[in-house]
Each structure stands twice: as structure tokens, then as C-alpha cells.
């Protein structure tokens, strides 16, 4: 019946992916389906390497609360200890987290206010722009749930400051490698 419903959808849809279903912690259904290279036509297979966009929320959660346990941060800090030209008054490392900080998405107000275009936009260029055009809050700070990624721009970096490593450094050094997480990392630019 699985395959059924993702060979259906491979050929309808265009779904390319790669599908793992557990029970108990036992693989019941293993397959990839589509292309990891359209252009190519070269097949999926188990080991391609995925754009997890924001699933990726959940190592920097995970590596934001990894900190917390060591002392190296407390999830009550607030932006400016981190970032003390930063605008946003009152947001902490715990609102960050659970998207009530009330910050502007990046996504929407720095396309066009980054001065070179033709470079791949990083988080130390998302801070710069805040810090210099001060783009309206969404919210005030813990008024409300609304998903920002600019959110976890900011939880990256403040990983990079507690830690003193760039922040792929330490994901690759603190969790992909001891957990033999051989074909995963952080794509920087």
C-alpha cells in the first residue's frame, strides 16, 4: 500500500524523496523515489543529501539547549546580551525558540537592503542590516506565536558567540560526527 502511494505520487506529483516508515524503531518500508538531479536524470538514492530548510530548526534547538545544560547561556538571555546593537528590547533566547519573539522575518525586509546582491546572504549580514535599518517588529516580544526565521539566524549566531566555533564547526564537531551522521552538515558560504 506505501508503495503504491509514493510510486502514484512519484509519477503524478513529482515527488523526489527518500521514505523511511518505523514501527518500534524497526524500518517496515525503505525506498527513494524520483531524481536528485533532474537536470541529469540521475536517480534518488539513500544517501543523497537534502536542503532540510526549516527542518533544520530542530539541530539548532537541539545545539541551543546542548548549551543551556553546559551554563554557556541561560534561555531567560536576553538579544543585547549577545548583540547589544541589536535594536529589540526584551527578546529572549527562549522566545527565539518558540517563535514569540516578534521580530521581522529576514526573508521579507533584507533582499533589499543587503548592499551586494550578488553574494549568498549570511546570518552576520542579516544582523548588519537589522542593526543598521531597523526593520518594524511583527509583534511585541512574546505576544503571540508567529513562525520567523530570522528567529534562528539569531540562535545560530548566538551558538557561534557562546562557543567561540563557527557554527557548522560545531554542529559537524558537537552532534553530526559522534552520531556517526556521516552525510549530514551545514551548507556555508
Not at 503524478?12 to 521514505?19: N, T, W, Y
Not at 551586494?116 to 503571540?144: C, E, F, G
Amino acid at each position: 500500500m506505501l508503495d503504491t502511494l509514493f510510486t502514484t505520487r512519484s509519477i503524478r506529483s513529482g515527488f523526489s524523496g527518500s521514505v523511511l516508515v518505523s514501527v518500534k524503531g524497526q524500518p517496515v518500508y525503505a525506498k527513494c523515489f524520483g531524481y536528485c538531479d533532474y537536470r541529469n536524470t540521475d536517480l534518488m538514492h539513500d544517501t543523497a543529501s537534502f536542503q532540510l530548510a526549516s527542518v533544520s530548526n530542530h539541530f539548532t534547538a537541539t545545539a541551543i539547549l546542548w548549551c543551556v545544560e553546559r551554563g554557556m547561556l541561560s534561555l531567560d538571555d536576553t538579544l543585547q546580551k549577545f548583540f547589544p546593537k541589536l535594536p529589540y528590547k526584551g527578546i529572549t533566547v527562549k522566545m527565539l525558540l518558540c517563535h514569540r519573539s516578534g521580530l521581522p522575518n529576514y526573508l521579507y525586509f533584507c533582499t533589499s537592503k543587503v548592499v551586494d546582491q550578488t553574494k549568498y546572504l549570511t546570518n552576520q549580514n542579516v544582523i548588519d542590516v537589522m542593526i543598521r535599518t531597523h526593520p518594524a517588529a511583527a509583534a511585541r516580544p512574546d505576544k503571540r506565536f508567529e513562525y520567523c526565521n530570522t528567529n534562528y539566524v539569531l540562535l545560530a549566531s548566538i551558538i557561534e558567540k557562546v562557543t567561540g566555533k563557527k557554527f557548522k564547526t560545531f554542529m559537524q564537531d558537537t552532534f553530526f560526527t559522534p552520531l556517526g551522521m556521516t552525510h549530514t552538515f551545514i551548507y556555508d558560504f
